[in-house]
């Protein structure tokens, strides 16, 4: 039976982190509609933190690749003074992205709801 309290309380503070970590992330980022995204995106850094081979596959017309593996270390490429538009396939990993670009100083971070597996605006592929 022991085991059983064990497994429940590694449970209960797994959910516990998720919830905090997404609380923390909507303070980060703004989400955006697909509409409110397809406004706004052309006059931004249109950023794709999906790995170079999702990328390379398929992605928004425009959009630069900047994987969430490599964000740390490449970050300062991106300008402080521009809106930062992000997008992954689902949401979860830009999401994280802002949280992390938000710590670095990064205040106008906007984010694809639902990610690019909802997305029906124009695409590219890079093979």
Partial sequence: MAWYWIVLIIVVIVVAMALIT???SK???????EEDFKAG?????LIDVREKSEFD?????????????????RYKE????????LYCEN???SSRAALFLKKKGYTKLYALDGGFKNWS???KTSK
């Fill in 22 to 24: 997404a609380r923390r």
């Fill in 27 to 33: 303070k980060a980022v703004t989400m955006l509609s």
């Fill in 41 to 45: 995106y052309r006059k931004a850094q």
């Fill in 57 to 73: 596959s398929l992605h928004i017309l425009g959009a630069r690749n900047l994987p969430t593996t490599l964000l740390r270390s």
């Fill in 78 to 85: 991106l300008r402080q003074d521009i809106p930062v538009y």
């Fill in 91 to 93: 949401g979860g990993r």
């Fill in 121 to 123: 605006g124009h695409t």
